[in-house]
């Protein structure tokens, strides 16, 4: 029965759209680097930030079209820190967020 059923089918090539372009690499103007470290140190993109004023730097990046943040911890940074951290970042307009090690 199957050899039989099998010889009616019609096998053809199915047609596989490639990715679509403009969702290319993100230039590093769309990326913070947002790093913690000990003692509740924490630094965007090189400059010592507040934990309280990290929304605000955050959403000036965004006005000034960074779209992702990266999120690492060097020595000394605590969980909590990341989680708080974490939970500022996601009430920003920030369109994706990596923690990183």
Known sequence: FFMLASTFLKFSAMPIA???GGGGTPSLDEIALIQLGGESSLTVNGQTVELQNLRERIESL???GVKRAL???RTGASVQDIVKVLEITKATRLENVVVVK
């Open 71 to 73: 999120v690492r911890s």
């Open 18 to 20: 490639g990715a679509k």
């Open 62 to 64: 965004v006005e000034g």
